[in-house]
């Protein structure tokens, strides 16, 4: 919503964890820039503040398939 009102760029920044589980791990970082754009009049905005989380979404999930291993999971799957 923000990047809408200010017509500003979005970017995602997202960190890769590299190699074993020390605690000098090294990270590997994507930035991706948006390709949503919002010099648009004011009655297209919430078409395009959905086009960005769905971009979102869809870069998350990229990364994700990627590097399955990566994602932390709160959810109580052993829970009664």
């Known amino acids: ?3 809408s009102l200010l017509n500003v760029p979005t970017f995602f920044v997202n960190g890769i964890r ?3 589980l020390s605690i000098q ?3 590997k ?3 991706k820039k948006s390709d949503v754009d919002f ?6 905005r919430e078409k395009k503040i959905r086009a960005l989380a769905l971009e979102f979404a869809q870069n998350l999930e990229t990364l994700a398939r990627q590097n399955p291993l990566q994602w932390y ?3 109580d799957f052993f829970a009664d």
Not at 39 to 44: F, G, L, N, Q
Request: hydrophobic share 50%; with cysteine; proline share 5%.
């Open 73 to 75: 999971n709160f959810f």
């Open 1 to 3: 919503m923000l990047a």
């Open 18 to 20: 590299k190699g074993d």
């Open 29 to 31: 970082m994507f930035v």
């Open 39 to 44: 010099c648009v009049p004011r009655k297209e």
């Open 25 to 27: 791990a090294q990270y």
